[in-house]
């Protein structure tokens, strides 16, 4: 059974400070993806990292991916308020995605 | 980009009756699509893999009698929840496959709530 965990699962951060968030994974997967979640909402896709060493960068979110490891982060540079929000990632296994619990993101000032 | 629809996006129900969603990929075909029950500060769990023209598949401890799904065409699928217990009050997300890209986009989601 795929298990994904995510750390921390919760996180007040000041603007303007770094932080990561992890993702790791039990089994091989194909893919992983990253999302975002703003209450009563649903999901919006952030990244989609299909191989080792990926990385990707929007704005002021970057996500990488070792699958040797089977580990993704999601790093979180000069945080501002609009980054408030839960995040989580999934990992893809046949065609379904399992997903961590989620990080809930909080940017104060 | 793939656009997917639920409908409806809220309703409220009464103890016993039963509550049809429906999920729509609107600019692509899916012959797949999933069914997510999000509780309250939890993440999403997959409820079942809907494929068209054939039987859900459920997960473990999701009911297939309480929980009907049908996809009758390569872009509709629905989920009915049958005599509705306010345990079953939760934001049900669907996403569906694209055949072209092997990607699955996420439906807006329903939030249910039974008085």
């Known amino acids: 059974e795929l298990k994904v965990e995510q750390n921390p699962l919760f996180l007040s951060m000041q603007e303007g400070k770094n932080y990561t968030i992890y993702c790791n994974y039990s089994?091989?997967?194909?893919?992983l993806y990253w999302y975002r979640q703003d209450p009563g909402k649903s999901l919006e896709s952030l990244f989609v990292?299909?191989?080792?060493?990926a990385v990707k960068q929007e704005g002021r979110l970057m996500a990488s991916l070792d699958t040797k490891a089977r580990l993704s982060t999601l790093h979180i540079t000069a945080a501002v308020h609009d980054l408030s929000a839960t995040y989580f990632c999934?990992?893809?296994?046949?065609?379904?995605?399992?997903f961590g619990k989620g990080t809930s993101l909080l940017v104060t000032p | 980009g793939a656009v997917v629809s639920q409908h409806p996006s809220w309703v409220i129900c009464k103890s016993g009756t039963s509550v049809k969603i429906e999920c729509r990929s609107l600019?692509?075909?899916?012959?797949?699509m999933f069914w997510y029950r999000q509780f309250p500060k939890q993440s999403l769990m997959l409820m079942a893999t809907?494929?068209?023209?054939?039987?859900?598949?459920?997960e473990q401890g999701v009911e297939k009698d309480k929980f009907l799904i049908n996809h009758a065409s390569l872009t509709l699928s629905t989920l009915t929840v049958t005599s509705a217990h306010p345990e079953d009050s939760s934001f049900y997300i669907c996403?569906?496959?694209?055949?072209?890209?092997?990607?699955?986009?996420f439906g807006p989601g329903t939030r249910l709530t039974v008085l």
């Open positions: 999934a990992v893809r296994s046949g065609y379904a995605l399992n």
């Open positions: 089994t091989t997967s194909d893919r």
């Open positions: 809907s494929n068209e023209g054939s039987k859900a598949t459920y």
């Open positions: 990292l299909l191989s080792n060493g």
């Open positions: 996403s569906a496959r694209d055949l072209a890209n092997n990607e699955q986009f």
């Open positions: 600019d692509f075909q899916a012959t797949t």
